[in-house]
């Protein structure tokens, strides 16, 4: 009979407990440190335990649109708004509809929340329209020899698109008569393709008042020309009223800032491309020019528009070879064009950090499908969720307090290793939660804490696994350290089954839930996966070192590994080996 290796390990066995004990530690103390190192000590709060802000959205439909405020609509306006906001890192916050035509938006206090109350309701309807003409932002009296070459406050050049220029934006504020008569009355015949494809305008079903499907251009113009000459771009009302109800196949007239508290306005003529056949769009310093602009990718049919329209401009002299960026009726920018441009564009203008950013990711998600006028905004107190906290946190001291009082009436001296993982396991979960907040926006809310007090059942239910397997090892009759080594690849297998039992179960809810809920499995999941880490690398080596010590070693009475107590009796060697022949005779036989 060979003999035995020497240095073999026992089944399970670690030879190293402390290699694992400080693995955590140094873990332990780099999270906190972290933690402390960014400023973040507590966790982000949800609505519901901090407050905030809900806002109250009407769905407004276009005169013979009403059909348009509709369930696919409004349901494409809440995922719209709900990325816009939670894009700016403002997580937990809650957009459902409400009735027919209302969107309730319930924002968290915090950070960003200024920001996402200024973006929900915003329309973000985008188009490039060509340019016809420019004035300043008042009306002037009619051009005179003294006065045609002096405007009173020219507005100041505007940085161009990518591969476009402006410098000559503070030119002549307005283009001649006849240059912007043949311009318009050009757009008034001819308009350019539109975004949808539909390129001619006597097709529409619906009359506007007068008999003829399409204006005639003579009085088109004249009505336009009338509105251009008379719109004051200096009045807010005026300047938010322009443009509003026009359609993307018509010429309209729109205000636009130069630069902060100088305006001018401007005849555009029909959209050629619109924020629907924008890919992605990301505010960026430009390091050169050291302003911030927003980046803007087109997809493949949008690119074909761009530069269609971009192709014919260039031929075009100022004002008629700019394009107008127009965003809610507002011009943000208008460059010339010099070159054809296709693939990618830039908007230039008075934008500060926060103002490209934000409109980056306006344009990121899309436009929304109707228009929304807020009904009222309204602050949310957390007094309620306080109370109900409170009385979760009262709950999950109760339920604490009752494990661990059975711990140490059932098992003495080992409830102090269950305690003790308990306290690492809640030491790392608010560590985590606490980094989470500013890393990915994470906000603990009333769920979530109901999932961190399920989790303390799940982690003691570990402890009581392996604790088991090493009494029904004293019980054949083996000494405390080899009992803990075997025992423990029988709990490391049930353990392992029942954390993914528990993880699957919490992903599953996380992936099929909106809202809250999302909150209650998303602690379980992280508290799941931490049961295993604590188990692994701090209770395992804990009871390996423990087990070679008098108290635990020996069975004392109040260590809870008592042979006598345990019921255990001694291995009957002798008569195993005795029997052992008498076993191979029916074989022989």
């Known amino acids: 009979m060979a003999a035995p290796k020497k240095g073999r390990r026992p089944a399970g066995g670690q030879s190293r407990p402390g290699r694992a004990l400080a693995l955590i530690l140094i873990a332990m103390v780099a999270l906190t440190g972290g933690m402390f190192w960014s400023g973040h000590t507590t966790p982000r709060l949800g609505i519901d335990l901090a407050g905030g802000t809900s806002i109250t959205l009407k769905a407004k439909a276009e005169p013979g649109q009403e059909s348009a405020v509709n369930e696919t609509n409004m349901n494409t306006a809440v995922g ?116 949808t494809g539909s390129a001619s305008s006597s097709t529409t079903p619906k009359a506007t008042g007068t008999p003829q499907a399409t204006p005639t251009p003579d009085a088109a113009q004249a009505a336009l020309e009338q509105k251009f000459a008379t719109l004051n771009c200096l009045d807010p009302k005026q300047r938010s009223a322009a443009g509003q109800g026009v359609k993307p196949t018509e010429p309209t007239v729109a205000c ?12 555009l003529g029909p959209a050629a491309v619109d924020g629907k056949d924008v890919d992605d769009a990301k505010g960026a310093l430009d390091p050169q020019r050291g302003m911030w602009i927003v980046n803007m990718e087109f997809t493949d049919a949008g690119s074909k528009k761009f530069q269609a329209i971009t192709s014919k401009l260039a031929s075009q002299t100022d004002p008629q070879n700019r394009f107008a960026i127009v965003l809610d009726g507002e011009v943000v920018s208008a460059p010339s064009v010099r070159t054809t441009l296709s693939a990618s564009a830039e908007i230039s203008g008075n934008f500060n950090q926060q103002s490209a950013q934000d409109l980056g990711n306006i344009l990121s998600y899309g436009a929304l499908p109707l228009t929304f006028e807020t009904q009222s905004v309204d602050t949310v107190t957390a ?104 025992a423990w690849p029988r ?87 005795a029997t052992a022949p008498a076993a191979a005779d029916p074989k022989e036989a």
């Open 80 to 195: 719209i708004i709900e990325r816009r906001v939670n894009g700016l890192g403002v997580s937990e916050a809650e957009v459902q509809t409400q009735g027919r035509e209302n969107i309730i938006v319930n924002i968290p206090r915090g950070t960003n929340e200024k920001q996402a109350r200024e973006q929900v309701g915003t329309t973000a309807q985008l188009y490039f329209r060509p340019v016809l003409a420019v004035a300043a932002a008042a009306p002037q009296p009619a051009p005179t020899a003294s006065s045609s070459g002096s405007p009173s406050a020219p507005p100041k050049p505007s940085p161009s698109a990518s591969g476009a220029t402006a410098g000559e934006k503070s030119a002549t504020p307005t283009a001649t008569a006849s240059t912007q008569g043949r311009a318009l009355t050009e757009a008034l015949k001819a308009p350019t393709p539109t975004p």
């Open 256 to 267: 636009g800032e130069d630069a902060p508290g100088i305006w001018s306005k401007y005849l």
């Open 383 to 486: 007094a309620l969720g306080g109370d109900q906290l409170e009385a979760g946190l009262i709950a999950g001291a109760i339920g604490l307090g009752l494990v661990i009082v059975y711990l140490v009436a059932y098992y003495r001296g080992l409830s102090l290793v269950a305690i003790l993982s308990l306290g690492v396991s809640a030491l790392l979960t608010y560590v985590i939660m606490a980094l989470l907040g500013p890393a990915i926006g994470f906000a603990l809310n009333l769920p979530a804490v109901c999932g961190a007090i399920v989790a303390i059942g799940i982690t003691a239910d570990s402890f009581i696994v392996y604790f088991e397997r090493i009494r029904d090892e004293l019980r054949e009759g083996r000494t405390l350290r080899p009992a803990v080594e075997r």
């Open 491 to 577: 709990a490391r297998r049930t353990i392992l089954v029942s954390d993914f039992v528990s993880f699957l179960a919490a992903a599953v809810l996380f992936l099929v839930t909106v809202g809250k809920v999302q909150g209650f499995a998303f602690t379980l999941g992280l508290t799941t996966l931490l049961d295993v880490v604590v188990v692994f690398l701090f209770t395992k080596p804990v009871m390996t070192m423990l087990a070679k010590t008098k108290f635990f070693g020996n069975g004392h009475p109040w260590s809870g590994l008592d042979p006598k107590r345990l019921g255990a009796k001694p291995p009957l060697r002798r008569a195993r080996r």
